[in-house]
């Protein structure tokens, strides 16, 4: 049978309960369909007196047979999951810690989330956006994002999958511009589907809307919406590191959910930022579908196809430490300390950055997540920057051409940040004198 004859089934369920999705559905997301291979057959076995399915070596009971010095490095987990660690994962990830991370989100979501569906487990937050890039982009779709973004959206959605990248500006005279996705999308045919990438906190701008930006930003999508079918991809990599009173922390996401008949939103975090475990890879991709609609087990057998098809199955001993530490109770408190330290950094920043001469650089707003921004004057040259402060001033930023500088304050001590913003200026000023 041809993917597309058993995605037929799947696909059914799908129109008929969310036509809204079928039309944003790339050629592949059409075709995915989990297949009743290996991992399905060894999910139905499991908890079979005998179950001969899976490739992995154990000790004919279930548990792992693993190198003494392995299982020290990870001795702090509990029997359970020590053992989990060592064996694969479910594809769609541990189901504790789909649980676990589902009850986190409906803390964070006022209640709602229950409206979504359970998350599915990926290797990190940019396996999510693949996955999302996969399901939802093909060949010459629109892909609207506000601009300067984070540079690899061009390789998930354009490189990889063909899409346009569009781009509305972020700020307008030295302001967040909350319709940057309508204005990218201004000159695309009527009806013709399109996907919007919103990314708060922001990389690189360390952004969020103010509540009355947010609801500017909101009615914009409507207003896209009532033009074609969008995907509103909910980039929330950086969700929870806000510093400033009364600018919303709560992901978009939620106040997205059946907003429009024409509108899907997808969410993808995870625990990189929200608990500095960037080397733990364990990201989460959530669809606005309730989890026993058929919608919701179409997406999923989807996203358990592709993932089987590229990483086989999620880590299982990163999913194994957070686990644990989500069990514990303590993650969330112990995590307030580190964001603490950067609020302290950002508001030394905020200082540092207020006082610079402005006639060859502008501070753009920032109040969020791990980044600033710079735009420099008309006649300057971002890289040009980036390498005179590497060559003659020892110290490196991230130049986004032609003329913005991206600052990583997570990375600067906070007593070395007024030194870097003094060293940007000389760097700056130098390069002013001899541009033409």
């Known amino acids: 049978m041809s993917t597309m004859d058993a995605a037929g089934p799947l696909n059914d369920h799908l129109c008929a309960a969310e036509p809204a999705a079928w039309p ?23 908890g079979k007196r005998i179950n001969a399915t899976i490739g992995q070596v154990t000790d004919g009971h279930g548990r792992p047979l693993v190198p003494e010095e392995l299982e020290r490095a990870l001795a702090g987990l509990s ?53 999302v ?25 354009e490189l990889r999958r063909g899409g346009r990248l569009l781009t509305g500006a972020a700020y307008r005279a030295g302001r967040f511009n909350p319709r940057a996705i309508v204005e990218a999308l201004a000159e695309e045919p009527a009806e013709a589907p399109a996907v919007g990438l919103l990314n708060f906190p922001s990389n690189p701008g360390g952004y969020s809307p103010t509540a009355e930006e947010r609801r500017e930003l909101i009615a914009s999508l409507v207003e896209v919406a009532d033009q074609r079918p969008l995907l509103a991809v909910c980039d929330d990599a950086y969700a929870g590191l806000v ?12 106040d997205l959910l059946d907003l429009h008949p024409r509108l ?110 710079i735009e420099l004057a008309a006649g300057l040259d971002a890289e040009a920057v980036r390498r005179r402060l590497l060559e003659r001033f020892d110290t490196g930023v991230i130049a986004i051409p032609p003329r913005h500088l991206r600052i990583a304050f997570c990375s600067v001590d906070r007593d070395t940040l007024p030194e870097l913003v003094r060293r940007i200026e000389l760097a700056v000023a130098e390069l002013a004198r001899t541009a033409p």
């Not at 510093?243 to 996401?253: C, D, M, Q």
């Not at 199955?313 to 514990?328: D, G, I, K, N, R």
């Not at 112990?334 to 964001?339: F, L, T, W």
């Open 79 to 131: 029997v359970g999951e020590r053992d989990r660690a060592f064996l694969y994962s479910p594809i769609a990830g541990a189901d504790e810690l789909r649980r676990l991370w589902r009850e986190r989100q409906e803390r964070q979501s006022g209640g709602v989330a229950s409206r979504a569906s359970l998350p599915l487990v990926t290797v990190g937050l940019t396996h999510g956006l693949s996955l």
């Open 243 to 254: 510093y400033e009173p009364g600018v919303p922390e709560r992901s978009l996401f939620w």
């Open 264 to 373: 899907v939103a997808v969410k993808v975090d995870g625990a990189t930022k929200e608990f500095s475990f960037f080397g733990g890879r364990v990201g989460f991709l959530t669809f606005p579908f309730a989890p026993d609609s058929g919608a919701a087990a179409a997406l999923e057998s989807k996203v358990k196809c592709l993932l089987r098809a590229t990483v086989g199955s999620p880590v299982a001993a990163s999913q194994a430490v957070l686990t644990q530490a989500l069990q514990s109770g303590r993650v969330e408190g112990q995590m307030a300390p580190v964001r603490d330290r950067l609020a302290a950094r950002y508001r030394v920043l905020v200082e540092a950055l207020a006082a610079v001469d402005r006639a060859h650089l502008q501070p753009l707003p920032f109040n969020s997540g791990c980044f600033a921004l």
């Open 133 to 157: 890039a996969d399901l939802f982009v093909e060949g010459g779709r629109a892909v609207a994002a506000a601009a300067p973004f984070w540079g690899n959206y061009r390789q998930t959605f």
């Open 24 to 46: 944003l559905l790339s050629e592949l997301g059409r075709r995915a369909v989990f297949p009743p291979g290996i991992p399905q057959q060894a999910a139905e076995a499991r």
